[in-house]
Every structure is written in C-alpha cells, then in structure tokens.
C-alpha cells in the first residue's frame, strides 16, 4: 500500500464510528448526570461545617483531583474482581468517571455556592426554610444557573474524556477506531476522521446545552 | 504491612516517576511557552499578525476538543509518517504541548482582556507605546488573573501524561500495569501508583490554593 | 410586662461591638421606628431580633418569655411569628414573583398553592403590584422589587413585621399608600419595627422612635403625644430631613 491517503473505505465505516460515537454520548451523559448528584452532596458537605462529613468529602476531592482518572480506574478494573465484584467495562469506566467527575463538579458547585449572595441565605432562614429546603429550592438553582456555563464545559471535557473507556475494551468512538485501523491498516485516516467526529460532536453538545440554558 | 516489592520493583518504579515528572515538566514548559507566544498573537492588534490569529484561534478551538489520546496517535502516526525518528517519550511531550497550549492560549488572551480598555487608553494619552503599555498597565493587571488557572491546567497536564503508557511509554500508570501482570498484588501497586501521582501533582494544587487565596484578599 | 423586651442586648460582628446595651420595650401593635447614623446599630436591632445575627450578651422576651436563638426548634418557632424586608430585598432572582411569593407558605407552611392564589392577589393588589405574578424580579424596576418584598413578608402573616428601609426606593405618592398600608397592619395588631431614613414617613407613621447612637439607645420620643419632644431627635430629624 501506498504512502498516499485513502480515505474511501474509511468513509464507507463511517456508520459504524457513529455509533460508536452514540455510545461516547452515553457513557458521558451518564456519568456526568451521576456525578452531579454526587458532586453535589460532596459540594454541600463540604460547606455545611455541621455535617461532620467534611474531612471525608474533602479528602474524596482532594485524591480524585490530584490523581490521573486512567489510573484510577485501572486501580478498580484490577481491584474489584479481587473483592468479587465483577462489572462490565462499560460499568467499570462509567462508575470511575461518576467517582472522578463528582470531584471536580463538586469543586464547581463549591466555587457557585460560596458566590450565593448571603441575602439569599438570610432570606431563606427568616422565611422558615429548613437546610434540605434551603438547598434544594434557593441555593442548587441559583447555583445551577450561575456555575451553567463552567457545568457545561465540564461535560464537554468529560465527553472527550470517554476516549480513555477504549483501554478497557469499552467499544465507543475511539474504541471503534482502534478496531477499524487494525482491520483496515489506515491508521491516520481513521484518527483523522475520528478527531473530526469529536469536535464535531463537542461543538454539538455545548451549542445544545447553551440553547438548553433558559430552562434552567 | 509486608513489603510486596523488590529491588528491581522499586528501581522501576523510581524511573517510571521520574518518567512522569520529565514528561509534566517538559510538556508543560512547552505549553506555556505555545500558549503565551499563540495568546499574545491573538491578543495583539497589529494588521501584519490578521491572518496568524485566525489560523491560531480556529486551530485551538478546534484542537481543543480532540481527546487527548487521539492527538497523542496523530502525534504518533505522523511523526512516523513523515520518517521523524523521535522517542515516544518526545512524542508525548509534544502531544501535551499541542493541547495544552490551547487550552493556555485561551487563558493568556482572556486574562489580556480583562483589563479595560479605559486603562489602557489612559496609558496611550500618557504617551506609552504598546510594549511599556504591556508591561507597565496590562501585565500587572492581568497576570493575576492568568498564572492560576494557567497552574491549574499544569495539574490536569500532569494525570494527562498516564496516557502516554499507550504508545509504549512507560510512566507511572505503565509501570503500575506491568507491576500487577506480574502478579503483584494489585492493590499495592495501585495504591503506589496513586500516591506517586498525588506526590507530584498535590503541592501544585496547595500551591495554587493559595495564590487564590491571596488574589481574594488583595 | 411589655410584648417584645429588649434586656441588655448586645451583639457584635466579628470583633467589632456593634450592639453594646440596649434595653427597649415594644408594646403590640405598635410602630417603632429606629433611627440614627449608620453604623449606629439599627439594622443589627432587627438582625439580632429575627435571629440572623447572634447575641453576645442579654436577651430578648416575647410575651414574658425569653427568645430561645440557641436551638433550631427555638429558632423555627421565633421567626414562624415574624417577618423581614431587607434593604436589598433578598428576593430570589430565579424564583418568578409568584413563586417568590408562595416559596414560604407552600414549603414551610405546606398549603396547597391553589388556594394561596387569591391571597396572593389581595397582596399584590395591596402593594400596588397586581399582574406583575409571573415576572422575575430582574425584570422589575428597584421600587418594584421593594414592593415584592413587603408582599413577600406580608405573605407570611407576621405578628411582628422589620422593615430595613422599605420605602427607600419608592416614590412620594407610593410612600404614602405604604404607610397608610402600614398604619392598617398596625391596627389589626402587627407590630412594626422598621429602620428608615426617611423622616417624614418616620414622623407621620411613628408611635415611637427611638434614635440610635454608637449601639446604645440616645434617645426616644412618641411624636403622636408629644411632637417631637426630644431635643436630640428634633436635632436629628432635621439634619436628616435637611441632607434630604
């Protein structure tokens, strides 16, 4: 084979890349939507001082933060099956990006909570709302809305962070271009389309969240 | 605790550290010297630089959202390809200079901006030229707001590094793999790896912390 | 015994003194006014009062019983009896009016939202803010969000209403038909502590004023019995109406 590119069989693939991309989709909305609820409750624990949990929590974001997400989830892939614990890859990197993701959303929600006007504290107490009722009614909303922006980036960053998923066989968009090089020996044609999928891909999900902004 | 580690484990793990803090040292360094050269540009004014800044600010838009580990074996492929004989490990720095100059490009021209265009017409009515402008109004101004998030990027660049152990480096996480396929207990080793990331990459992060502690206060 | 007693308050933000003594008695349904320069304490009076901001020393007793601001049941039950208007508002910028409005009630009180509506409407009309239910407050004007505010807490039922400055960013004409409102509230027995700078409201809507002075009471008068018999807040008054 030749030195020039050839892109016409790679194209012909492109049907199975998108669906490797649907799965990319997937695991990140998924994980992202997991790892806000967690981040979250860490977030909030991290602020409420009477919670008790706060060395926990902040101890949890610290290791996560400070530590790479592969091998995180090398640690478990490796360390569950030695506790009986058997997932699949798709759950294994799913679980380690919802544990990694919460960390640095929490950072995120931490940064919007400690932006909340006191007023709005003040406000809440005087009109009798318990902390749970504080939380979920004034500050997560008012939070939501002001960190929007940092959120979605963060998730862009975690769709592009799905690529790592193929290391443990999980078979989303970089995954699917592992196998279709190896069969088709068109290594840097189909990364090449594969880099194009993903910014394409990216640029959709943050257009769509931005228009998805005023529901918030 | 047993000591679950020989000598020639230890060795490699050493290396494999090192390997790690070499290629966050190295990337990083290029990094910061691509983002600032590429945020100055798309910061400037001047006629001459039009066409630079828009290959420069579509580039990284669009380099951005490539995952790393496909601009790692783009990388790869086309240093091959173009029969370059370089060492995975340049690869990988060079990978993590691509990306993370983007990413500081966009820091370096936002943190430029910032500073209002009041002040630096002030400076123009005193007679300042662009570069005392620069240094004397904008700098001062902007560097708090570029030198934390700048070491914050540092920070992701250095966990970005544990990819590189797919084009054959072996860095920390590489090592960690090939600790446990021989047998060790996984555990251990992975606990290790941890640490030895959290080693490098944790006084960063306080350091940081308290640089934003500091800008809060002033 | 008097309704509302202040026993020595004192009160401090960080380490600064700001409360330093005070001792005052409120007697139901009336309407207190506090002035003084800022920094004086006033607003920390209410503060202190609606549990906000922590006694260093005395107490406060309602109804012969001290206020109990340690607990949380102490505290919920304290602040189910009152209501606030801040000086910024704190009205809740995500929340529509409406939602605004009914956010304590439903909540806290767990009523059902349909049958709130028509109160809710009285007291739009009451403060002159009828049709305005489905807009946020940033879409509404500075005197608008004042007056959401006083509809917020009056939404509430108060036994006792603090007002920090609640006519500050109104108009002549609006003031008027605030005061009356108040005045109304007065007489079905809310009792009223406000802060305000405004001295012609603070002398016409006043049972009592009570000028502040470096965290301790200066000086008291009661203007519907005896006009302004106090020298010190004659003096006052009038520099105040003068900057004015």
């Known amino acids: 084979m030749g030195h020039g590119l050839h892109y016409q069989r790679v194209l012909q693939a492109l049907p199975y890349l998108l669906g490797g991309a649907g799965e990319s989709v997937m695991l990140a909305l998924m994980a992202f939507l997991m790892a806000l609820v967690l981040g979250l409750g860490l977030a909030i624990a991290r602020m409420e001082s009477s919670s008790g949990l706060r060395p926990a929590a902040s101890g949890f974001v610290i290791f996560f933060t400070n530590t790479p997400q592969l091998s995180q989830i090398f640690a478990m892939f490796y360390c569950l099956p030695m506790a009986g614990i058997n997932l699949s890859p798709f759950v294994s990197v799913l679980l380690g990006m919802t544990l990694n993701a919460s960390a640095y959303l929490s950072n995120i929600l931490v940064a919007g909570i400690g932006q909340t006007p006191r007023i709005y504290h003040e406000a809440a107490d005087t009109l009798g709302l318990n902390l749970r009722q504080k939380y979920m009614r004034i500050i997560v909303p008012h939070v939501l809305r002001i960190m929007y922006p940092a959120l979605n980036n963060h998730f862009v960053i975690m769709l592009l962070g799905t690529s790592m998923a193929s290391i443990f066989g999980v078979e989303e968009l970089t995954g699917r271009a592992y196998y279709l090089a190896s069969v088709t020996f068109r290594s840097f044609e189909v990364l090449s389309i594969t880099a194009v999928l993903y910014v394409a891909m990216s640029f959709l999900a943050s257009r769509l969240l931005m228009s998805l902004r005023r529901l918030v | ?218 | 015994m008097s309704y509302l007693e202040f026993r020595n308050v004192q009160a401090s933000y960080g380490t600064n003194p700001i409360l330093l003594g005070v001792d005052l008695d409120i007697e139901k349904g009336e309407i207190v006014s506090l002035i003084g320069p800022s920094g004086s304490g006033k607003s920390t009076m209410l503060r202190v009062l609606i549990g906000l901001t922590p006694l260093s020393g005395g107490e406060i007793r309602l109804e012969g019983k001290p206020i109990d601001y340690a607990t949380k049941a102490g505290l919920r039950a304290v602040r189910s009896r009152m209501a606030m208007v801040f000086q910024s508002f704190g009205l809740f910028d995500h929340l529509t009016v409406e939602q605004n409005l009914l956010l304590a009630p439903t909540v806290v009180g767990k009523k059902k939202r349909a049958p709130l509506l028509e109160e809710m409407h009285e007291v739009l009309r009451l403060t002159d803010m009828q049709g305005h239910d489905g807009k946020r407050p940033p879409q509404l004007s500075g005197g608008q969000k004042q007056r959401i505010a006083i509809a917020r807490a009056l939404m509430l039922h108060p036994e006792i209403l603090l007002m920090d400055e609640p006519t500050s960013a109104l108009d002549p004409i609006r003031i008027a038909a605030m005061s009356d409102l108040f005045g109304k509230l007065a007489a079905q027995g809310v009792t009223i502590i406000q802060v305000s700078h405004n001295m012609d409201v603070v002398r016409s809507l006043s049972d009592r004023i009570v000028l502040m002075h470096d965290g301790r009471i200066a000086a008291t008068a009661s203007p519907k019995r005896d006009q302004d018999d106090n020298a010190a807040i004659a003096r006052f008054m009038a520099a105040e109406a003068h900057q004015a």
Not at chain 2, 67 to 72: A, D, E, G, H
Not at chain 2, 75 to 100: E, H, K, Q, R
Not at chain 2, 123 to 128: C, F, G, I, K, L
Request: charged share 10%.
């Open chain 2, 1 to 218: 605790m047993t000591q679950p580690f020989t000598s020639y484990d230890v060795l490699l793990l050493w290396h494999a550290f090192l390997t790690t803090f070499y290629l966050s040292l190295c990337g990083g360094a290029l990094a910061i010297a691509g983002g600032t050269g590429m945020g100055l540009i798309c910061f400037s004014r001047a006629r001459l630089f039009a066409p630079l800044r828009l290959v420069v600010g579509g580039g990284c838009t669009v380099v951005r959202r490539i995952p790393f580990i496909i601009v790692l074996y783009l990388v790869f492929y086309v240093s091959g390809m173009s029969g370059l004989d370089i060492s995975a490990v340049t690869v990988s720095i060079l990978a993590i200079g691509l990306i993370g100059s983007t990413y500081i490009t966009e820091i370096v021209q936002g943190g430029l901006r910032a500073v209002g265009s009041d002040k630096i017409e002030v400076a123009r009515t005193m007679n300042m030229g662009s570069a005392a402008i620069l240094r004397h109004v904008i700098l001062p101004q902007s560097l708090p707001l570029i030198v934390p998030p700048v070491l914050g990027y540092l920070v992701l660049f250095i966990k970005d590094t544990a990819l590189a152990s797919q084009i054959g480096v072996i860095e920390l996480n590489q090592a960690g793999i090939i600790l446990t396929n021989r047998g060790l207990p996984t555990f251990h080793v992975f606990f290790t790896i941890l640490i030895l990331y959290f080693v490098i990459s944790f006084p960063l992060t306080v350091m940081i912390q308290k640089m934003e502690k500091k800008l809060v206060i002033s």
